[in-house]
């Protein structure tokens, strides 16, 4: 007997086109018609636990995922990226049908002032009180990466639709695609140099996100490598004037591209990480590293020309790396996206990147792949 929706909302028909199936193929999976899978994305019926627990399997998620209780029209079931029980103010945006919120806390809740939320979360995390519309999150997107040029993205982007929304939440290349794979974003930016043959990006892209099909689209290149103290006090010159000396190193996070960058130049020239004075001490931004050279707490930080130019630090260049937008392919015709997408192509949003030290902006816009 079928059991009809009741203050139940399905989500089925976005996590099943997100893994690439059609209704008959999913139907063969677990066992039922193809009609079946028709009535519960039309929310004409709800499965049993059985049925739910075989789609959930075979859509490799969580059966919440595919169900959900409907609340008032404020306060909905949210998926958050990250447990912070301290904190109850989110940046959140509608993602294949699930609200997803990350917590504003650290560096986070800043831009210029303290960011506003968009809802509050209810004490035990799993839902949260909107302060925005219904279509003003319809109409979020949700970026990560660490390119600052980000931010200049957002604002051409509002130029062209005041209605559209991004949140730039911060994070490394690898840290960003893990988030995009488990749905937690609609774009991620990563910013990997090519160290061997092929498209580093690409290749980072594909092992993360399992196979799934995406589309890799150029953003900015920007000049990576050390930042130092006005007029480079200590002659560095390369990575290897790091290795043997009293020079501090302040490094990245494993999983940051820079950290990456640092890695390859030290193994060409064949020097052991604990020959590099703070090879171990880690900090998790270009803003961080250029603060703690800027008040003497280090000689020297991986990080931008961008950056370094801000604070008044020298810089040191390594390479020139190009930041490219990950978008999965059922989120490529998401209204908002698609108007990332026609900006990425206007000429104004160009010529601002190339007066940014370091930046430049032939390839901005270009496909580079299809995964």
Do not use: W
């Given at each position: ?205 594909q092992s993360l996100l399992g196979g799934s099909k995406a589309m890799v689209v ?154």
């Amino acid at each position: 007997m079928k059991t009809r929706y009741e203050g139940m909302i399905c989500h089925l028909k976005s996590v099943r086109q997100s893994r690439g199936l059609s209704q008959s193929q999913l139907a063969r999976l677990v066992g039922v018609k193809r009609q079946a899978i028709y009535d519960m994305e039309s929310e004409k019926y709800l499965p049993n636990t059985a049925l739910a627990l075989r789609l959930a399997k075979h859509l490799r998620c969580k059966v919440e995922d595919l169900f959900s209780e409907k609340t008032s029209d404020d306060e909905q079931p949210i998926t958050l990226t990250e447990e912070d029980r301290e904190v109850s103010r989110v940046a959140a945006a509608r993602i294949r049908g699930r609200v997803v919120g990350y917590p504003l806390s650290g560096r986070r809740s800043l831009s210029d002032g303290l960011r506003a939320a968009d809802g509050l979360l209810s004490s035990d995390g799993s839902t949260v009180n909107l302060f925005c519309s219904e279509e003003s999150l319809n109409q979020t997107v949700m970026l990560l990466g660490c390119d600052p040029a980000f931010s200049i993205l957002r604002t051409h982007v509002s130029r062209r639709a005041p209605e559209v929304r991004i949140h730039c939440l911060f994070a490394s290349s690898h840290r960003a695609l893990r988030g995009l794979a488990a749905g937690h974003a609609h774009l991620a930016g990563t910013h990997l140099h090519n160290a061997k043959p092929g498209e580093a990006n690409v290749i980072l892209a594909q092992s993360l996100l399992g196979g799934s099909k995406a589309m890799v689209v150029a953003y900015s290149s920007m000049e990576e490598g050390l930042m130092v103290a006005p007029g480079n006090p200590h002659g560095i010159r390369t990575v290897a004037d790091l290795a043997g000396s009293k020079v501090r190193l302040v490094n990245r996070e494993p999983g940051a591209a820079l950290r990456t960058l640092l890695d390859d130049h030290l193994n060409r020239s064949d020097i052991p990480h604990d020959a590099v004075a703070g090879y171990e001490k880690e900090i998790s931004s270009h803003i961080e590293g250029a603060q703690m050279v800027l008040y003497n707490l280090a000689d020297v930080a991986l990080g931008l020309r961008v950056i370094a130019d801000v604070f008044g630090l020298d810089f040191v260049p390594i390479e020139s790396v190009r930041c490219d937008l990950v978008i999965p392919d059922d989120l490529v015709d998401y209204p908002a996206v698609s108007i990332i997408l026609d900006t990425l192509q206007d000429r104004k949003l160009r010529e601002e990147l190339m007066t940014l030290p370091g930046y430049e902006s032939s390839h901005t816009g270009a496909v580079i792949a299809k995964l």
